[in-house]
């Protein structure tokens, strides 16, 4: 019973120090994620904003054939791409940086013990 209890003290005290230091968040990723997020929509918006006022309006419903189409489709795909590029870089720089926390677990009971380790 001793045993179990000078554990389970040595684990808190253990993880209470590796605690005590908190890593810094990675700004620089954090900041490009928002750049190219905020860039990919504002690039997204112009490419529809132009897509949709350059519309043909006569028989042509598709609007295939004239060419007025192509470089609004390319700045609604380049602004998505940017977008889609931003917002995992913006997500991990939210992540805290350092190493990753391993977490050690001794239990002593009345017909044995276990040792399970977390990293």
Sequence with gaps: MRLAAFGVILLLVGDAHA???APAVD???RDVGTGLSVGGLVLGSVGAG???LTRPSGDDSCGCASRAWVFPTVLMSVGGAMTLTGVPLWITGQMKLGRARTQAE???GPLGGSVRLLF
């Design 106 to 108: 001794l239990q002593l």
């Design 27 to 29: 700004t620089t990723r």
């Design 19 to 21: 605690e005590s230091t």
């Design 50 to 52: 132009m897509f949709f």
